[in-house]
């Protein structure tokens, strides 16, 4: 994945890492089903590996970063307390000394920064191209009820790389791993911004990662400790964004 100079100069130490550790003491894991697990064994299946026409599809719509990715997992003691710490209102670690910008996220996973905001469909929304669109995602599934894990699956068959392989490619991507759900379930309303597939590269997809983690950041922080079940809520947010960019930015002493 992409690492460059940092959006600000600022960097800190890794504060999980400052002080010496009971190293018996089991820290707390963060419970999650962002998990880049799916897309690496998608990315590097060698029994059904990537056509020509999917790599440059990918390209096209400006994710080719994430043919570099490498791993399976992030680490979940790290992955707890980056969420435990993360201001979603103010959009920064350490008490504001080290701010989450936008520019950190592309200069992490090397995503588009476009003119165009990335919109979501609302609850009932009518728009007559989104129920389009969407009417001819769900056709491939046979229900409107489609599972993360049903998409990946599809994604292998599509070897002409056309627009269902880039609509199924960034439900999946934005469902499992860089967007926003708690479930399994895949978030269609994303959908409203792709029916144009060759303008998929326009959009502020960083900005829109930062969206979602500020929103799934401050509902996981609510339950987490207003409600005082520690370790049992399920986050549902770009966790993987926000690892990157913190080890990004971190100076390891």
Same mark, same amino acid.
């Given at each position: 994945?992409?690492?460059?100079?940092? %959006?600000?100069?600022?960097? $800190?130490?890794?504060?999980?890492?400052?002080?010496?550790? &009971?190293?018996?003491?089991?820290?707390?894991?963060?419970?999650?089903?962002?998990? !880049? %697990?799916?897309?690496?064994?998608?990315?590097?299946?060698?029994? #059904? !590996?990537?056509?020509?026409?999917?790599? *440059?599809?990918?390209?096209?719509?400006?994710?080719? #970063?994430?043919?570099?990715?490498?791993?399976?997992?992030?680490?979940?003691?790290?992955?707890?307390?980056?969420?435990? &710490?993360?201001?979603?209102?103010?959009?920064?670690?350490?008490?504001?000394?080290?701010?989450?910008?936008?520019?950190?996220?592309?200069?992490?996973?090397?995503?588009?920064?476009?003119?165009?905001?990335?919109?979501?469909?609302? &609850?009932?929304?009518?728009?007559?191209?989104?129920?389009?669109?969407?009417?001819?995602?769900?056709?491939?599934?046979?229900?409107?009820?489609?599972?993360?894990?049903?998409?990946?699956?599809?994604?292998?068959?599509?070897? $002409?790389?056309?627009?269902?392989?880039?609509? &199924?490619?960034?439900?999946?991507?934005? #469902?499992?791993?860089?967007?926003?759900?708690?479930?399994?379930?895949?978030?269609?309303?994303?959908?409203?911004?792709?029916?144009?597939?060759?303008?998929?590269?326009?959009?502020?997809?960083?900005?829109?990662?930062?969206?979602?983690?500020?929103? *799934?950041? *401050?509902?996981? *922080?609510?339950?987490?400790? $207003?409600?005082?079940?520690?370790?049992?809520?399920?986050?549902?947010?770009?966790?993987?964004?926000?690892?990157?960019?913190?080890?990004?930015?971190?100076?390891?002493?």
């Amino acid at each position: 994945m992409k690492r460059s100079t940092p %959006a600000s100069s600022t960097s $800190e130490v890794c504060e999980p890492f400052k002080k010496k550790r &009971n190293y018996k003491e089991r820290l707390p894991v963060l419970r999650t089903r962002m998990s !880049p %697990a799916g897309l690496y064994h998608f990315l590097h299946n060698e029994d #059904s !590996p990537l056509s020509e026409k999917q790599i *440059q599809a990918i390209q096209e719509m400006g994710f080719g #970063s994430l043919l570099l990715l490498q791993i399976k997992k992030v680490p979940g003691s790290l992955a707890y307390w980056l969420v435990s &710490n993360y201001d979603p209102i103010k959009g920064c670690l350490l008490d504001g000394k080290l701010p989450i910008l936008e520019e950190d996220i592309y200069l992490s996973l090397g995503l588009q920064m476009g003119p165009n905001v990335v919109i979501e469909a609302s &609850n009932g929304d009518k728009c007559p191209v989104y129920l389009s669109v969407l009417e001819k995602f769900t056709s491939q599934f046979g229900n409107d009820s489609i599972d993360v894990k049903d998409i990946l699956a599809k994604l292998p068959t599509q070897k $002409e790389g056309g627009d269902d392989f880039k609509r &199924n490619f960034i439900i999946y991507i934005f #469902s499992a791993l860089l967007g926003g759900v708690v479930g399994n379930q895949a978030s269609l309303k994303l959908l409203k911004s792709l029916a144009n597939t060759d303008l998929i590269s326009d959009f502020n997809w960083c900005n829109f990662i930062k969206r979602k983690l500020a929103d *799934q950041v *401050q509902s996981w *922080q609510k339950e987490e400790f $207003e409600t005082k079940q520690l370790k049992e809520n399920w986050f549902g947010g770009p966790i993987m964004a926000l690892v990157f960019v913190y080890l990004n930015r971190c100076v390891f002493k």
